[in-house]
């Protein structure tokens, strides 16, 4: 089969490898109808994650048809269309009991190698690096998995592929750091990044109650997104002098209730301190960019919480600790707890409250893949989410 | 049968062997920091608990196998390992399920070599004895018959080997309810003794590099198939390196214990991960 296979930074290639088979119990074989690149695969893209392996197949963001199960697995059959979310969960242990579905217990087969880093281990993923389990992704035209009698959503009515993929990860995920910011009646809610993520939390801020949405970028297409799909206000950090003044003045000098930064590890800045990140990387003293989590933190209002779906993956510096403190934020971040949204918000779908249409630039068959990471990855004109078909 | 339910302070080791343990913990500690290296720090933390040992005169593995050698100490009946040689483990790790069931699932020995790794097999000859089998590398075997010597239902398992076993040892499991209904706390200490010349090396190279690493794979294991009901897994997944035109040979599981390597490969910008020592 057709496979998107990581080489190496800014290596990516489509392989044939062989199909995949029922290694467990509660294994299921998925036949990819769509699959998706998604901003956290340029992590991958540009080597910033630790442990990926060369011929690793990549993807995270994908839905099909189930053409074989396990023994072990009573709620899926042959047929079935389902949605993928994006983290592996055993649905038995600690956390998945308690909805915390990503930081499952069993899923991971390196759970050693993430205790190593990070003390604990959190659930597997597909196709994000040995670290988070090695699994084969679903940029692919089949993909094996795990425990399938938990995580997969099925779909039986009229909807289309387009229209559901997105529950497999962007979706709960900006819906998770919209929810994340606790929004009461009034908030301003902040978010910096109007890639999918953002644009997305964005429209789920409005969902749980936001008075105002602004949305912070420099690439003029994305804000024209955030303006006309997501109802925000925008902020050009390259035009304004001073992005955290331009929100004091914007919020009648409170600051925004909550900032969500769904930029992560690769953020880029015109500020004194993004060059400092950039240059601290390159000589690889600093693993992660936190230019816009500094900012975040730096904005946000005096009790105002800090949402975090940006991934990061290593040690950051400079880190406004003290402000944080002083003002008294919680910072909530993570992985996403994929399923405990997709139900509810493939409802909103279906009530047509929530349309995630509009961020699909591109259609190409999966052979592309390689054209459209670099083209995704450089912000080039009219990329800004690529959808693949694989077969 | 005799339980120390308070044991924390409880002194079990004599004192000659408390200063022998602050003499010998201190030069391990000190050999260890200066290696500067992952094996180094593990050997100067093992350094420090014979510290502690020495220094607080309380030893957690004569605990669970019940020996004491204070010196109005009781219980030297039970010991089943020549004081003061051997390799001392413990490690805990908490199951999401009933006691009951987890200690059901642990005392059916035949279950062991389902999550223990290099344990071929356990072959349960009566209520209390058991034939135990290691497979090594070369084909060779590590054999032993173990008794139960202690055992509290739903609480405590506690054996040792009798006598010409290849390599002596001995262990215990305790199992307590975790709070909060977080399910059940598996304690487990093992204590073993290579002996010298071939089968003593080929124990020492099956569990000699990072025997503490192994019981924590073998207890999570053990979680993932009383949880989950099976291992995870990605051994048989296809991948780029099966593509038909790349031939190149590899290691089979490069990431099993080796974070430096991988993150060498691809943490182009690691700022010295603390973990490299």
């Known amino acids: 089969m057709k496979a998107v296979c990581w080489y190496g930074a800014h290596d990516v290639r489509v392989e044939n490898v062989p199909e995949p088979k029922i290694l467990s119990p509660r294994d299921a074989i998925v036949k990819i109808s769509l699959t998706a690149i998604c901003g956290s695969d340029l992590h991958l893209y540009n080597g910033y994650i630790p442990t990926m392996e060369k011929g690793d197949i990549l993807g995270h963001e994908f839905m099909g048809e189930v053409v074989e199960v396990g023994t072990d697995v009573r709620s899926l059959k042959k047929g079935d269309r389902v949605v993928v979310p994006f983290t592996i969960c055993c649905g038995r242990c600690f956390y998945c009991q308690r909805q915390l579905w990503s930081l499952c217990d069993n899923s991971n087969p390196n759970a050693n190698l993430a205790e190593k880093l990070y003390g604990f281990s959190g659930a597997g993923l597909f196709g994000y690096s040995h670290l988070y389990g090695g699994f084969a992704g679903g940029q692919a035209e089949y993909a094996r998995v795990p425990f399938a009698d938990v995580g997969p959503l099925k779909i039986t009515d009229g909807l289309s592929d387009e229209q559901v993929l997105f529950l497999s990860d962007i979706l709960p995920t900006g819906f998770m750091a919209a929810e994340n910011c606790n929004i009461m009646p009034g908030d301003t809610v902040a978010v910096w990044g109007c890639g999918p993520v953002g644009l997305l939390a964005q429209k789920s801020a409005w969902l749980l109650g936001a008075e105002r949405v602004i949305a912070i970028d420099d690439v003029q297409e994305r804000l024209n997104l955030a303006r006309q799909h997501c109802q925000a206000e925008t902020v050009d950090f390259s035009r304004v002098g001073d992005v955290i003044e331009t929100l004091k003045e914007l919020t009648g000098g409170r600051g925004p209730d909550a900032c969500i930064d769904a930029v992560g590890m690769e953020a880029h800045g015109t500020a004194i301190d993004a060059l400092y990140d950039r240059a601290k990387q390159a000589v690889h003293l600093e693993t992660d960019r936190p230019h816009v989590l500094r900012q975040a933190i730096q904005a946000c209002r005096k009790g105002g919480t800090v949402s975090i779906p940006g991934v990061y993956g290593g040690w950051i510096d400079k880190v406004p600790m003290g402000a944080a403190f002083a003002k008294g934020l919680t910072l909530k971040m993570g992985q996403t707890h994929a399923p405990r949204y997709m139900r509810p918000l493939l409802e909103r779908i279906q009530r047509a409250e929530l349309d995630t249409g509009f961020l699909i630039s591109h259609r190409i068959p999966i052979e592309q893949a390689p054209t459209a990471y670099k083209q995704f990855n450089d912000k080039a004109e009219g990329w800004t989410k690529v959808v693949l078909n694989p077969s | ?277």
């Open chain 2, 1 to 277: 049968m005799q339980v120390i339910t308070h044991p924390r302070h409880a002194t079990n080791v004599g004192k000659a062997e408390r200063i022998a343990s602050i003499i010998g913990g201190s030069a391990l500690a000190l050999a260890g920091l200066r290696k500067r290296t992952p094996g180094g720090i593990a050997l100067a933390a093992l350094g420090a608990a014979v510290i502690e040992r020495g220094a607080t005169g309380h030893c957690r593995m004569y605990e669970a196998l019940g020996i004491d050698t204070a010196e109005k100490g009781q219980g030297a009946e039970t010991t089943s390992l020549p004081y003061p040689v051997g390799i001392r483990l413990d490690r805990a790790i908490t199951v999401s399920r009933q006691r009951q069931e987890v200690y059901r699932f642990w005392r059916d020995l035949q279950n062991l070599p389902r999550f223990m790794k290099h344990l071929e097999s356990v072959q349960v000859l009566d209520e209390r004895r058991s034939h135990w089998v290691v497979s090594a590398p070369a084909g060779r075997k590590v054999e032993w018959d173990a008794v139960i010597h202690n055992e509290i239902e739903n609480e405590l398992l506690a054996w040792r080997s009798l006598e010409n076993a290849d390599v002596d040892n001995a262990g215990s499991v305790r199992f307590s309810d975790a709070p909060g209904g977080r399910g059940t706390e598996v304690r487990v200490e093992l204590q073993y003794n290579p002996p010298a010349g071939i089968i003593g090396a080929v124990f020492a190279k099956l569990f000699g590099e990072e025997p503490t690493q192994q019981i924590e794979e073998d207890l999570r294991r053990f979680k993932q198939i009383m949880e989950a009901g099976e291992i995870p897994t990605t051994a048989g997944q296809p991948s780029g390196r099966d593509a038909k035109d790349e031939g190149t040979s590899r290691r089979t599981n490069p990431h099993e214990d080796d974070v430096q390597y991988a993150s060498e490969l691809s943490f182009p910008a690691s700022d010295s991960p603390s973990w490299r020592g």
